[in-house]
């Protein structure tokens, strides 16, 4: 079974600073995918990143960037350059790499960025 | 583009009630998959549907069904309400739902109150 553990249930960021949210994973498939998603009070979740297991870089889309250690099976999330509509929720989810893609879950991480 | 639409918004009903909630999904994706979101539980996954079949399936009772419609629209309907259904109801759609790191796309849910 898939598993994915947020340990920081809120987080508070100086606008223009960065920012990095935790997240390790449990698996025992041999590939597997890595996501994060921003969920803002409208309730729409909204992709940010992905980075695959046998990726050897870094994912990076913009202010986000995956910090992947494999090794450590963590996938944290860095936020560059925080902005005031950074403020939401963030989760971190996994999926097997081959076949359906059915989204895992952390309990996410809300973060809040002050002027 | 036009996004995921979910409809309806808010709904409200009382126990032993059963209600109907639809999602159309990005044109030109043809799977559709939902996911349910409570404060205790989380993002869990309730079924996903490609070409009017139930594909894939979470670990939810019988009272909770879907199906898929030849436009790929689709609807949950979830019998015998019970409070515990309490929830926002998250629609995604794919292109197929099985290509490694495949974005699901999300609608903004349908936020359920049983009273």
Known sequence: ?115 | KAGVTQTPRYLIKTRGQQVTLSCSPISGHRSVSWYQQTPGQGLQFLFEYFSETQRNKGNFPGRFSGRQFSNSRSEMNVSTLELGDSALYLCASSLDGVRSGEKLFFGSGTQLSVL
């Open chain 1, 1 to 115: 079974a898939q598993k994915i553990t947020q340990t920081q249930p809120g987080m508070f960021v100086q606008e223009k600073e960065a920012v990095t949210l935790d997240c390790t994973y449990d698996t025992s498939d041999p590939s597997y995918g890595l996501f994060w998603y921003k969920q803002p009070s409208s309730g729409e979740m909204i992709f940010l990143i992905y980075q695959g297991s046998y990726d050897q870089q870094n994912a990076t889309e913009g202010r986000y960037s995956l910090n992947f250690q494999k090794a450590r099976k963590s996938a944290n999330l860095v936020i560059s350059a925080s902005q005031l509509g950074d403020s939401a929720m963030y989760f971190c989810a996994m999926s097997r790499s081959t076949g359906f893609q059915k989204l895992v879950f952390g309990t996410g991480t809300r973060l809040l960025v002050s002027p």
